[in-house]
């Protein structure tokens, strides 16, 4: 495909998973995700060598990106300061809809082995956010190769059912794992402790680590996972120029947030 192929596809797909995904009780009480474009991306690339009709492959790409919505609005609930019980019960709520959605829209066309992998990609992501919850001193590691699963597991489940190589699902385990670091960089910078945060602190206790201390830890995965997408960029010479773009930009993103904030004291 073309650049502007690919961008158009991903907004065509972004506006059907938006108006797929619209209830409008939810809408009154539950703001929704922000749909992330990149992980659209990737999904498309995955399918971009198969011979499945559009509308099939579009509705496939669809599901993907709701299960991935329920996921997302499930999370809310565990890390969210949730300001009633019936906020939190509409949360969870939504992500079953979501999930409803996903199953609904996969078994139209009867892919069961497909419902199979993005079920157990689910299965392995709630597995890694317990260990995360469980995670203990000195396991900084774990605690990094948990969320590289978390952010990862459900697209390359979906692009290993479509036999796409084992390269591109290292790609895509390594982008969207720089991009959750440097996302929670800038979390830190701004102050906010969240999930990510209070779990990384947990990996150092009884020794209760600045934000600055754990921006660091952070930077420096981010800058061993830049390295390797550096690398899979030389094995992977007929990456559309879009997947290029879009590694360019997040590169520039790390040089960004290259000197570490220095606390006051």
């Known amino acids: 495909m073309a650049v502007f192929d690919y961008e158009q596809q991903i907004h065509n797909l ?10 409008p009780y939810f809408s009154q009480y539950v703001k929704p995700s922000k749909i992330d474009e990149d992980r659209i991306l990737f999904l498309t690339y995955s399918l971009q060598n198969t011979d499945i009709p559009k509308e099939e492959m579009d509705t496939y790409i669809s599901a993907a990106m709701l299960a991935h919505y329920a996921i997302d609005m499930h999370e809310k609930v565990t890390e969210q300061q949730l300001t009633s019980i019936k906020e939190k019960q509409l949360k969870v709520l939504a ?3 979501y999930s409803g959605l996903y199953y609904s829209l996969l078994a139209g066309y009867q892919n069961i082995e497909l419902i199979k992998d993005l079920a157990d990609a689910i299965k392995i992501i709630n597995e890694q956010k317990i260990n995360i919850f469980q995670m203990g001193k000195g396991n900084d ?3 990094m190769k948990s969320i590289k699963q978390v952010e990862s597991i459900l697209l390359t489940k979906f692009n290993g059912h479509f036999n796409q190589s084992s390269v591109y699902n290292e790609l895509i385990e390594e982008f969207l794992f720089l991009k959750k670091l440097l996302n929670e960089i800038k979390n830190m910078r701004a102050g906010n402790e969240n999930l990510f945060f209070k779990s990384l602190a947990n990996c150092f206790l009884p020794h209760m680590p600045k934000m600055t201390e754990l921006e660091g830890i952070c930077y420096k995965y981010a800058t061993e996972s830049k390295l390797k997408l550096e690398d899979m960029m030389m094995s992977l010479p007929k990456l559309p120029s879009i997947v290029k773009t879009r590694l360019n930009q997040i590169n520039s993103d790390y040089i960004d ?4 904030r220095v606390e006051e004291k």
């Open 95 to 97: 992500g079953d809809y």
């Open 141 to 143: 590691q774990l605690f």
């Open 257 to 260: 947030l290259s000197s570490p």
């Open 14 to 23: 972004k506006k059907r998973v938006e108006k797929k995904s619209f209830h």
